[in-house]
């Protein structure tokens, strides 16, 4: 999706103004995923811009971006929805006489009534995007009013759709004017400047004092000032928003590591221990469990990677209460969500916090009486702000598209509110209970030691499989949903065709596909009841000439037609996702190396999906 960055600083107070750091917040952005760059800033009484289609470092270079000597700079990376990717249809969009320069995010619906509307009126349009009718529509209103601030706000008045806008004009030559409504933006609070941005990654090397705008927020921000206002217009005492995020520039970089998958692959250890202090300390669960005790019906939504750490609490509260919870893809909320009623409680997991999808089932959920549970890596982001009370997990930023701690932080948060909740419900002693939190405590090292073991083996055995066309990922019970984040890395970042599925369903209709060296890769959950049962399914693909590959602990069916045992650590059968997860995560990391693909930045593929 795409990226904004905007600072306005006093002038002098750095010797080349504020374009080297608006270069650098960009490369900071990449990875939402781009198609294009560009900035503009005020130079004089004049706006400067420059875009391209391209790469953030190779548009910069040819175009000069840090040789623009500018104190208020607005900066983009786009993400192409309306008018393909091109030099023209690049951010920042600009009006007719060149006085407004905009960036922005989001969609906007009737940008096509719009257009004729303002083409009727004689203004002239250069690129085939939804996000120009805005500076024209500025422009516009500026003829009348003469004032920006109100030019600007009927301008986003007149817009209908999503949008996170940073607009600089040469009438305000150092404000940058700002407005959200759906997606991401937040203020950062300087001394002698002031930034916007679309994520807090974005302004981590300039500061941790941040502002997360609400819907309907607008206003500007100068090197000295802040001008904030509430979708009604009325002032908003900003002092009361400011947040201090916890990140350090090393949590946003990729200190050393090749690639950020890589790095926050190993990274795990690290974020289990601090999301587990974190839970540990807040009440969170607490009101947690007292919604869940209070609800009829419990349903968890979520979409991707976050949707397989909900199924994953799914089956562990069958296991550990005997209670049904209702799991469904966030994007077909609006069939589930007719099921839910007054009472019934509804757990959102996102990372980012802002996935459309999720939002949206958050929301009707909400309309529909439910009481919302978000489990969430981004502090204050839409989610969390919309839902009754926040589990936050405390994975530091992900920079990689694929996720992957924030995956296992996930999960280790409900493994957390699944016990309390079956403590709760007394279907388990506090003996038990005891007893599993004690489990959870060892989830950092059994990562680590995963990661150890599985790490070279994972490297190697890319190579093998690299030209694989397909690949079945298969497990039992609570090894499923790992075994479907396992075929979803695959896909996404390896670029093979993978397949998860309950192995018993191999006979139903799958195993029709399957020939010689065809691999099936086999998670063994540590329980002698699957070892069991998926003894048969390896056997089964084996004689049928398959390539079986087994993720299980040291000693485990030592019986198995197993081509090659991927061996993990020893634990607790629940434990599932932090002993064979690494595994899966690590083998798609090789595949993309060894096949020459950016792991960090799959093709088609966002980071933060914030449209439905
Ligand atoms: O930010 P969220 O957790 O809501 O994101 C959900 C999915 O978009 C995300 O997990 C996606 O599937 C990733 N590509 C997984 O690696």
């Given at each position: 999706m795409c990226g904004i960055i905007g600072i306005t600083a006093m002038p002098h107070s750095l010797p080349r103004g504020v374009a080297s750091l608006i270069v650098k917040a960009l490369l900071r952005l990449e990875y939402r995923g781009y198609d294009s760059a560009g900035v503009a800033g005020i130079v004089g009484n004049a706006i400067v811009v420059r875009k391209a289609r391209g790469k953030i470092e190779e548009v910069s270079r040819r175009l000069g971006f840090k040789e623009i000597r500018s104190y208020c700079m607005i900066g983009h990376t786009r993400?192409?929805?309306?008018?393909?990717?091109?030099?023209?249809?690049?951010?920042?969009?600009?009006?007719?006489?060149?006085?407004?320069?905009?960036?922005?995010?989001?969609?906007?619906?009737?940008?096509?009534?719009?257009?004729?509307?303002?083409?009727?009126?004689?203004?002239?349009?250069?690129?085939?995007?939804?996000?120009?009718?805005?500076?024209?529509?500025?422009?516009?209103?500026?003829?009348?009013?003469?004032?920006?601030?109100?030019?600007?706000?009927?301008?986003?008045?007149?817009?209908?759709?999503?949008?996170?806008?940073?607009?600089?004009?040469?009438?305000?030559?150092?404000?940058?004017?700002?407005?959200?409504?759906?997606n991401p933006l937040v203020i950062g609070l300087g001394n002698g400047f002031n930034a916007v941005a679309s994520d807090i990654a974005a302004l981590i090397e300039l500061t941790r004092r941040i502002i997360v705008l609400r819907d309907g927020w607008h206003g500007y921000i100068s090197p000295r000032e802040i001008k904030l206002y509430n979708g009604r217009g009325e002032p908003v005492d900003w002092r009361k928003y400011v947040i201090t995020v916890e990140w350090s520039i090393e949590d946003a970089s990729k200190s050393g590591y090749p690639h950020y998958m890589l790095k926050e692959i190993?990274?795990?250890?690290?974020?289990?221990?601090?999301?587990?202090?974190?839970?540990?300390?807040?009440?969170?669960?607490?009101?947690?469990?007292?919604?869940?005790?209070?609800?009829?019906?419990?349903?968890?939504?979520?979409?991707?990677?976050?949707?397989?750490?909900?199924?994953?609490?799914?089956?562990?509260?069958s296991i550990l209460s005997g209670t049904l919870v209702h799991p469904f893809i966030a994007s077909e909320y609006e069939l589930y969500t007719k099921t839910i009623s007054e009472g019934d409680a509804v757990i959102a997991v996102s990372q980012s916090g802002e996935t459309m999808d999720t939002l949206n089932a958050v929301r009707e959920a909400k309309k529909r009486g439910a009481?919302?549970?978000?489990?969430?890596?981004?502090?204050?982001?839409?989610?969390?702000?919309?839902?009754?009370?926040?589990?936050?997990?405390?994975?530091?930023p992900e920079i990689g598209v694929a996720a992957t701690k924030t995956?296992?932080?996930?999960?280790?948060?409900?493994?957390?509110?699944?016990?309390?909740?079956?403590?709760?419900?007394?279907?388990?002693?506090?003996?038990?209970?005891?007893?599993?939190?004690?489990?959870?405590?060892k989830t950092p090292g059994l990562t680590r030691k995963a990661i150890e073991k599985t790490k070279p083996i994972a490297e190697r055995l890319a190579?093998?499989?690299?030209?694989?066309?397909?690949?079945?990922?298969?497990?039992?019970?609570?090894?499923?949903?790992?075994?479907?984040?396992?075929?979803?890395?695959?896909?996404e970042i390896g670029y093979i065709h993978a397949e998860a599925y309950p192995a018993g369903e191999s006979k139903h209709g799958p195993i029709a596909l399957v020939e010689e060296?065809?691999?099936?890769?086999?998670?063994?959950?540590?329980?002698?009841?699957?070892?069991?049962?998926?003894?048969?399914?390896?056997?089964?693909?084996?004689?049928?000439?398959?390539?079986?590959?087994?993720?299980?602990?040291?000693?485990?069916?030592?019986?198995c037609k197993l081509d090659i045992r991927i061996e993990t650590p020893t634990a607790n059968k629940l434990l599932v996702p932090f002993t064979h997860t690494p595994f899966m995560q690590l083998l798609s990391y090789y595949i993309a190396v060894n096949k020459g693909y950016d792991p960090d930045k799959p093709r088609n593929l966002a980071k933060t999906v914030t449209v439905e």
């Amino acid at each position: 999706m795409c990226g904004i960055i905007g600072i306005t600083a006093m002038p002098h107070s750095l010797p080349r103004g504020v374009a080297s750091l608006i270069v650098k917040a960009l490369l900071r952005l990449e990875y939402r995923g781009y198609d294009s760059a560009g900035v503009a800033g005020i130079v004089g009484n004049a706006i400067v811009v420059r875009k391209a289609r391209g790469k953030i470092e190779e548009v910069s270079r040819r175009l000069g971006f840090k040789e623009i000597r500018s104190y208020c700079m607005i900066g983009h990376t786009r993400w192409a929805t309306h008018g393909i990717p091109s030099d023209n249809n690049a951010h920042p969009h600009t009006d007719c006489r060149n006085w407004f320069a905009v960036v922005h995010n989001g969609i906007l619906e009737n940008h096509a009534e719009l257009r004729r509307f303002l083409e009727e009126k004689g203004h002239v349009f250069r690129s085939d995007t939804d996000t120009e009718v805005l500076p024209h529509l500025v422009e516009d209103f500026f003829l009348k009013s003469e004032d920006v601030m109100e030019a600007f706000k009927k301008a986003i008045d007149a817009v209908r759709g999503s949008y996170a806008f940073a607009m600089i004009s040469v009438h305000e030559p150092d404000r940058i004017f700002y407005a959200k409504n759906k997606n991401p933006l937040v203020i950062g609070l300087g001394n002698g400047f002031n930034a916007v941005a679309s994520d807090i990654a974005a302004l981590i090397e300039l500061t941790r004092r941040i502002i997360v705008l609400r819907d309907g927020w607008h206003g500007y921000i100068s090197p000295r000032e802040i001008k904030l206002y509430n979708g009604r217009g009325e002032p908003v005492d900003w002092r009361k928003y400011v947040i201090t995020v916890e990140w350090s520039i090393e949590d946003a970089s990729k200190s050393g590591y090749p690639h950020y998958m890589l790095k926050e692959i190993m990274e795990q250890p690290v974020a289990l221990h601090n999301t587990l202090a974190g839970i540990k300390k807040d009440k969170a669960i607490d009101k947690a469990v007292d919604i869940l005790l209070d609800a009829e019906k419990i349903y968890v939504t979520a979409a991707g990677t976050s949707y397989h750490a909900g199924l994953y609490y799914a089956l562990l509260t069958s296991i550990l209460s005997g209670t049904l919870v209702h799991p469904f893809i966030a994007s077909e909320y609006e069939l589930y969500t007719k099921t839910i009623s007054e009472g019934d409680a509804v757990i959102a997991v996102s990372q980012s916090g802002e996935t459309m999808d999720t939002l949206n089932a958050v929301r009707e959920a909400k309309k529909r009486g439910a009481r919302v549970i978000a489990v969430s890596n981004i502090i204050e982001s839409s989610i969390p702000r919309e839902s009754n009370v926040t589990i936050y997990t405390r994975a530091g930023p992900e920079i990689g598209v694929a996720a992957t701690k924030t995956f296992t932080s996930q999960a280790l948060a409900l493994y957390w509110l699944s016990v309390h909740h079956a403590l709760a419900t007394g279907k388990i002693t506090r003996a038990e209970a005891s007893n599993l939190l004690r489990e959870a405590e060892k989830t950092p090292g059994l990562t680590r030691k995963a990661i150890e073991k599985t790490k070279p083996i994972a490297e190697r055995l890319a190579e093998k499989i690299s030209g694989a066309r397909s690949i079945y990922v298969l497990s039992r019970g609570i090894g499923v949903p790992v075994a479907m984040e396992g075929a979803l890395k695959v896909k996404e970042i390896g670029y093979i065709h993978a397949e998860a599925y309950p192995a018993g369903e191999s006979k139903h209709g799958p195993i029709a596909l399957v020939e010689e060296e065809f691999p099936v890769v086999f998670i063994v959950p540590n329980d002698p009841r699957l070892v069991d049962l998926l003894k048969g399914n390896i056997e089964e693909m084996k004689s049928r000439g398959a390539l079986t590959i087994g993720v299980l602990s040291t000693n485990t069916c030592s019986e198995c037609k197993l081509d090659i045992r991927i061996e993990t650590p020893t634990a607790n059968k629940l434990l599932v996702p932090f002993t064979h997860t690494p595994f899966m995560q690590l083998l798609s990391y090789y595949i993309a190396v060894n096949k020459g693909y950016d792991p960090d930045k799959p093709r088609n593929l966002a980071k933060t999906v914030t449209v439905e």
